[in-house]
């Protein structure tokens, strides 16, 4: 069965810092996978998603990611944080369903 | 500007009372999910509904919970009788399901349950 991996619980950052949050699967088939972030008492909002062509992906508020097969990695970046980035991202995965499967989850905390 | 509601915002109740949690799914979506989120467990798919019929509810215990579609624009989680362990905020999603897999799903604001 799949399963998604959030090895950080919490990262720290300062602000305009670079910032990575990691995320491994496990999935022995070909796998959609997902960023989603929630802000303070808000729902799920959709960061970027790889489903196949380019291992680089863009998302919105200048967030990216790369799929790495052969280390079954779905890693976040962003060159620079802005305090308004500070909430809960998840990663998820599914196959060739509907359902998601979410990891557990990595607070960012953006200091000033 | 679509997005997916869901009313009660809070909701304080007392052991073995009823809940009942709406969703209004996003005009035009045909899969609606209910998800359950706490700090211990995370979080869980409780059930999920294309074109209104239940396709799974794997993760909903069977006893106490119920899930429901009267119509598209309507779906139900129901909880009858609460305990404390439920206490949790309870997620609806929608989404287009024409791509099983792919398909992005839009999240509600969540409602946060309290039992006592």
């Known amino acids: 069965a799949q399963s998604v991996t959030q090895l950080d619980s919490q990262v720290p950052v300062f602000e305009e810092a670079p910032v990575e949050l990691r995320c491994n699967y496990s999935?022995?088939?070909?796998?959609?996978l997902f960023w989603y972030v929630q802000y303070p008492n808000q729902g799920l909002q959709l960061l970027l998603k790889?489903?196949?062509?380019?291992?680089l992906v863009k998302g919105i508020n200048g967030f990216e990611a790369e799929f790495n097969k052969s280390q079954t990695s779905f890693h976040l970046r962003k060159p620079s944080v802005h305090i308004s980035d500070t909430a809960e991202y998840f990663c998820?995965?599914?196959?060739?369903?509907?359902?998601?499967?979410f990891g557990t989850g990595t607070r960012l905390q953006v200091f000033p | 500007d679509a997005r997916v509601t869901q009313t009660p915002r809070h909701k304080v109740t007392e052991m073995g009372q009823e809940v009942t949690m709406r969703c209004q799914p996003i005009?035009?979506?045909?899969?609606v999910f209910w998800y359950r989120q706490t700090m211990m467990q995370g979080l869980e798919l409780l059930a999920y509904?294309?074109?209104?019929?239940?396709?799974?509810d794997s993760g909903m215990p069977k006893d106490r919970f119920s899930a429901e579609m009267p119509d598209a624009t309507l779906a139900t989680l129901k909880i009858q009788p609460s305990e404390p362990r439920d206490s949790a905020v309870y997620f609806c999603?929608?989404?287009?399901?024409?791509?099983?897999?792919?398909?992005?799903?839009?999240f509600g604001p969540g409602t946060r349950l309290t039992v006592l």
């Open positions: 999603a929608s989404g287009l399901g024409q791509a099983p897999g792919y398909n992005e799903q839009f």
């Open positions: 999935s022995s088939v070909s796998v959609y």
């Open positions: 790889y489903l196949s062509g380019s291992t």
């Open positions: 998820a995965v599914s196959l060739n369903t509907d359902k998601l499967i």
């Open positions: 005009l035009g979506h045909n899969t």
């Open positions: 509904f294309r074109n209104r019929a239940p396709l799974d």
